[in-house]
């Protein structure tokens, strides 16, 4: 009797077609699909064809390889991964492979975005190892999920030497082996703990403040932007703390190059000219050649940085691209219930990049008259700048400075660029485009949330502000679990998931920008709540740190911290400006001496370390170094005001305000009969009380 339920749905029709017809189903249609056909992970729904006998992470596969005394093979990627999908396709499908592995360990899929936390400790793993590391990523473990050996991209010959190679070990010698796990634990255990000095009690200056931008110098890219070498990354965190200092320290250079950067991925590959949005990275080193998945914590980051840049220059590019960003975030990215998905793959049907790349033939035949002109803004070639001849879009030159050269207006070259990319996005629409993953995950939400709120300050967008209390309601509602905590997959179907540090804190950093931008203090207290349940689940006394999972966590041989910024901000950085953040505002030192103490341990790493992975800690060191100026608006017009104030970029601002209420410390005794005020205040002393935005800014700039 046939077991329907591991079948998939197509193949079952299929039989029951054969059944009616009498026709002949082959051993290939008649396959099973693995255990993760019933995964929340799309990307592991992706291998349930794969005849490798999968487990996802959990208690069955580690008592599984206790009781038939087998390691573990953890292989971990995400779904817009394009060596995951090759190593996949090259030895995941293949049937002896497959063997191999089924019958000499318990094989566990996990998706890094689903379980950042297994992705840290292996990873870290890697880099002990081999001193790098990247995905997909092949680990071997003891049966209680610890490491001991592990790499990344195997080509299928490779593969399967290893897996014998490895096989023969943990049999042959075990003893080896176990302390090789013993070793790597240790040296993972410590590799954060190692950079955590002392306190250091000595206040911070602004000369160490301003030396963080110098350490850097050297590894700058004034050419192309970003830093140096290939491939490029954006590197989000640290080009948003540096354009952050180039207007507290007043250093030009340091603006004019994350600008320079700014406008080089604008007009460059990792930015798509006719859709919106970025890309994951280059493989080159002038932002040309893209990686082409597209990912919503990279585009949400970079929403927020253009629109810093937009506040320091009021520059019309930045402002388009941030308008563009966010409509490709809504059109390709957004669920009918109010989140985020999380990814667009690489790959469509046809290949790698084949979905935003052209053929000369095909450019000329859509663009008609225009096309000329198209081939000179964007320096196409018969030959093509991608493989099969195919081209990639990306130009020199803003469409303004291009007229120059073309000897033309300017309107009517941008109205003709613009109305010869509306085409070309009308066609490249007929195509099956890339696969979405479609998991929605709460922090990488939050900091959508947060790209909102900047939006808003910067552009004075009332809409901006109402999707960022949208999305707040939505975050608000569906990412608690069912025992009140925060849950990491939002739509996952799991209530009992993993927890995980930058869940509460980039949904509370982004809770606080939401209520500096509208003044509505459920945000601020809702922010507050967060930052207490921080305290009781991540808290680390020894370090005074904070783990990036929760005490009660699936896996708890190896717990890391997360200090220094990656694709995403160090969740302890934001965790640590929460905790300044709450404390000036509640004029709670309790607060303040938890973030304070976590910088003053980390200070020797800032400063002698490679300063670009510590950015997201720039902006309290900056409030130590240049003091906190706290402005408070009261009064009827207290939102049109704030906004008018916000506008302007001012780091150092802590920002409040109320129209009833006095519900902070040093909101009291300041409403005052029908006008609105603005107080200008540092350490809690303010000012004189003023009318106008020019007046405040002018305290302001008397500090």
């Known amino acids: 009797m046939l077991r329907l339920q591991q079948f998939s749905i197509q193949t079952i029709c299929r039989i029951l077609f054969c059944m009616v017809t009498g026709c002949f189903i082959s051993a290939c249609e008649m396959k099973r699909e693995n255990r993760l056909a019933a995964s929340s992970s799309p990307y592991l729904r992706q291998h349930a064809d794969n005849p490798v006998d999968w487990y996802e992470w959990g208690a069955e596969a580690l008592e599984k390889a206790k009781r038939e005394k087998k390691p573990l093979l953890i292989s971990i990627g995400y779904a817009s991964c394009h060596w995951c999908h090759q190593m996949e396709n090259e030895s995941f499908m293949d049937t002896g492979v497959a063997r191999i592995m089924n019958e000499n360990f318990v094989n566990i899929k996990v998706d890094r975005e689903e379980r950042p936390d297994l992705d840290k400790i292996f990873i870290n793993a890697c880099e002990l190892l081999s001193g790098n590391a990247g995905w997909p990523l092949n680990a071997f473990g003891l049966p209680d999920g610890s490491p001991f050996y592990a790499g990344t991209y195997y080509e299928k010959k490779s593969w399967i030497q290893l897996l014998q190679q490895v096989s023969s070990a943990y049999h042959n010698q075990p003893g080896k082996v176990k302390l090789q796990a013993q070793s790597l634990s240790q040296g993972i255990a410590q590799l954060e703990l190692s950079i955590l000095v002392k306190e250091d009690s000595a206040a911070f200056s602004k000369q160490e403040y301003n030396g963080l931008f110098e350490s850097i110098r050297q590894e700058i890219d004034t050419v192309h932007g970003g830093l140096k070498g290939a491939p490029k990354f954006p590197a989000v965190p640290f080009l948003s703390a540096v354009l952050n200092y ?29 859709g919106g949005g970025f890309a994951r990275y280059t493989v080159d080193s002038s932002w040309r050649i893209p990686h082409f998945e597209k990912m919503l914590s990279d585009n949400a980051q970079l929403i927020s940085l253009y629109s810093l840049a937009f506040q320091v220059t009021k520059e019309p590019l930045y402002e388009r691209i941030v308008r563009n960003t966010i409509a490709f975030a809504e059109r390709e990215l957004s669920d009918k219930a109010g989140g985020y998905y999380s990814s667009l793959n690489a790959v469509s049907p046809e290949g790698e990049g084949y979905y935003y790349t052209w053929t000369w033939k095909e450019l000329k035949s859509i663009t008609g008259d225009a096309f000329p002109l198209i081939s000179n803004y964007y320096k196409l070639t ?29 309107k009517l070259i941008m109205g003709s660029l613009s109305a010869a990319r509306q085409a070309m996005l009308k066609n490249r629409n007929l195509r099956t485009a890339p696969e979405a993953d479609t998991k929605i995950l709460c922090s990488w939400n939050a900091l959508l949330l947060t790209a909102y709120t900047d939006a808003y300050a910067a552009l004075g967008d009332a809409a901006y502000l109402q999707q960022a209390k949208k999305l707040a309601a939505y975050l608000d509602a569906r990412a608690k679990a069912e025992n009140g905590q925060l849950q990491h ?52 006394s020894g370090s005074g740190m904070f783990f990036y999972a929760a005490a009660d966590s699936s896996y708890n041989q190896i717990r890391s911290i997360g200090i220094a910024d990656e694709a995403l901000p160090s969740s302890n950085a934001l965790t640590a400006s929460l905790f300044f953040q709450i404390g000036v505002y509640y004029q709670e030192d309790s607060y ?18 490679d300063t670009r992975y510590y ?27 704030n906004l008018s104030m916000q506008k302007e970029l001012y780091p150092l601002a802590i920002y409040m305000g109320t129209k009833e209420e006095a519900y902070l410390p040093l909101l009291e005794y300041k409403l005052k009969g029908e006008n609105t005020y603005i107080y200008v205040c540092t350490q809690g002393v303010c000012k004189r009380p003023v009318l106008t935005v020019p007046d405040a800014f002018r305290q302001l700039s008397s500090f």
């Open 592 to 609: 303040k001496l938890i973030a304070n103490t976590m910088l003053q341990r980390l200070r020797k790493e800032i400063s002698t370390g």
């Open 615 to 641: 950015g997201s800690w720039f902006g309290q060191i900056a409030w130590l170094s240049y003091g906190t100026k706290e402005i408070a608006v009261v009064g009827p017009d207290m939102l049109a005001v």
């Open 246 to 274: 180039s207007v507290v320290a007043n250093n030009i250079a340091a603006q004019n190059w994350v600008l320079l950067s700014l406008k080089k991925m604008a007009l460059g590959g990792i930015y798509d000219q006719l």
């Open 489 to 540: 997959f939002i739509n996952g179907g799991s209530k009992t998931a993993d927890v995980f540090l930058e869940d509460y804190a980039f949904l509370a950093s982004a809770y606080l920008k939401l209520y500096q931008r509208s003044l509505e203090k459920e945000w601020l207290f809702k922010a507050r709540t967060l930052a207490d349940q921080i305290m009781v689940q991540f808290y680390d």
């Open 382 to 410: 018969e030959k093509g700048n991608w493989k099969g001849g195919r081209s990639i879009l990306y130009a020199d030159k803003l469409p303004e400075e291009f007229a120059v050269e073309y000897k033309e207006d300017p």
